[in-house]
């Protein structure tokens, strides 16, 4: 416990540091696609196609009777459609952000009515009441859970009258959910490094952002002081055993990005030296290839178009905690680009394994939401 409250400390001293070292040489948004209401639209409507469809429906519940039998609608009806629960969240998520960011785009008055007839006081209060539920202690952990907090977070900053009644009535749900992370953290004894739903360092680094905006330093102090503990020595990530054939996210690139989020600049610089060393500093993009779904039918296959988009804004965020200067930026750069292209061209909508999900991978990246909210500057607020 001396150890990880050292490494605690050492990680907060960086993230100090790191303030005034972003100040002084803020990291320019890359070049891409302008992000505009009409590509904002089409993620909007896979979002308003699915958030209040029941089926099909693919649901992650413990029977303790035949009183538990009931359908998806009565047992979450806050968060019944698009598939299943964290699908929905995020889902409620892109309509959120895309109606904050848009306010007179044609779509806003479709997404806010949505989010109304969702964000109904008596159906949170059975969420809650559903999440403390028996047999439910590891319920959507903590990918799930981690989505909730951003749609909080997102809820919490939009200067909206009615954004804001929205994140009065979703706190107890959200203070649920970070009680929930907070009581498995201390138990938590190695990080999870697969590329599916139960990876530590995505749900961390979303974790991490929400707890920055919401001000709940027990939460920073609990994933800065993880985040030390299971990742701060790593060195030589194996990144050609990645991916796996239905990753959605990459072990190793998803640690880079949330080491960027403790870690200042030359800290972080020499840090990633070690942990990705194949990284390129001539500029190139052939180090890392975009990965091709052989069957977008395919629920589990169709994840690594997931991947192409969740590379994409995590090597974004790997250039933003980089000083300026570093040269290993423009490779980086080129191949988010590459993996961003690659990505968005899957979000069609035209298959419902990948439409009811990806959208929001594509709204995450495009609007640079993990960027914007938890770049180098964001990092003083750790204690």
Known sequence: MIVHRLVAAALAAVSVAAVALAAQAPPPAPAQAAFDAAA????????????????????????????????????TPAFFGCYDWHSSVHGHWLLARLARLFPEAPFAPRARAALAQSFDAEKLTIEVRYLGGPGRTSFERPYGLAWLLQLAAELREWPDPQAQQWATVIRPLETAAAV???????????????????????????????????????????????????????????????????????????EADLMRRVLAPPAYADWLRGFLPQIPADGSAAWLEPVVVTDPTDPKLAHLDGLNLSRAWMLDGIVS???????????????????????????????????HWLGSFAVYLSSRRGIAAAGPARAGTAR
């Not at 905690?321 to 899957?346: E, F, I, M, Y």
């Open 40 to 75: 904002a639209a089409r993620f909007a409507d896979l979002a308003l196609a699915c958030v209040h469809k029941e089926y099909p429906n693919k649901i992650a519940h413990v029977l303790n009777s035949d009183a538990d039998v009931r359908p998806p609608r009565e047992l």
């Open 180 to 254: 929930r992370l907070k009581e498995w953290l201390p138990k938590l004894s190695r990080p999870i490094r697969i590329g599916e739903h139960d990876q530590t360092a995505f749900a961390f680094g979303v974790a991490l952002d929400w707890a920055r905006a919401a001000g709940d330093t027990q939460m920073i102090d609990l994933i800065v002081s993880k985040t030390g503990e299971f990742y701060r020595a790593d060195k030589a990530c194996p990144l050609t055993y990645e991916p796996n054939g239905q990753d959605f996210f990459s072990a190793c690139i998803a």
């Open 321 to 355: 905690g980089l000083p300026a200067q570093d040269a290993r930026r423009p490779s980086l750069q080129a191949v988010a680009d590459r993996h961003r292209d690659a990505g968005l061209k899957a979000v069609t909508g035209e298959h419902y394994e990948g439409g």
